[in-house]
C-alpha cells in the first residue's frame, strides 16, 4: 500500500515562489509515477505535472511549463513541485497522486495541500 503526504503550501504573493513536496511511504515498485494536480474552487483537478518513478521523465502541463519543476529526492522518497513566478489564478488545492502497478493501476491520493495567492 502506498501512501502520499502534501506538505509546503500557504499564502504567497503573485510572482513569488513555493515548494510542495509530496512524501511516499511503501516501495518505489509500487508506483508508476507521481504526479501534482490542482484543483480550484468550483473546478475540475487538472494534471500540473508528473515525474516518472523509474527513469525521472517529466511532463507538465502547458500553463506551468517553463515556471514550475517537478523533481524527486529518492533517498527520502519525497517529489517536489517547485513553483516560481505564481499567478494569482493558481490558487487552489494542490494534491499528490502516486499512479500504481497493476491492471487496473491503483491510484493513491494524498488528502491535499491548499496554495493561496493573495490578490
Known amino acids: 500500500q502506498v501512501q502520499v503526504v502534501e506538505s509546503g503550501g500557504g499564502l504567497v504573493q503573485p510572482g513569488e515562489s513555493l515548494r510542495l513536496s509530496c512524501k511516499a511511504s511503501?516501495?518505489?515498485?509500487?508506483?508508476?509515477?507521481i504526479g501534482w494536480y490542482r484543483q480550484a474552487p468550483g473546478k475540475e483537478r487538472d494534471l500540473v505535472a508528473q515525474?516518472?518513478?523509474?527513469?525521472?521523465?517529466?511532463k507538465y502541463s502547458d500553463a506551468v511549463k517553463g515556471r514550475f519543476t517537478i523533481s524527486r529526492d529518492e533517498g527520502v522518497n519525497t517529489v517536489y513541485l517547485q513553483m516560481n513566478n505564481v499567478k494569482a489564478e493558481e490558487r487552489a488545492v494542490y494534491y499528490c497522486?502516486?499512479?500504481?502497478?497493476?491492471?487496473?493501476?491503483?491510484?493513491?491520493w494524498g488528502q491535499g495541500t491548499q496554495v493561496t495567492v493573495a490578490s
Open positions: 511503501g516501495s518505489r515498485f509500487d508506483t508508476y509515477a
Open positions: 515525474i516518472t518513478t523509474h527513469l525521472g521523465e517529466r
Open positions: 497522486k502516486g499512479e500504481g502497478v497493476g491492471v487496473p493501476p491503483p491510484d493513491y
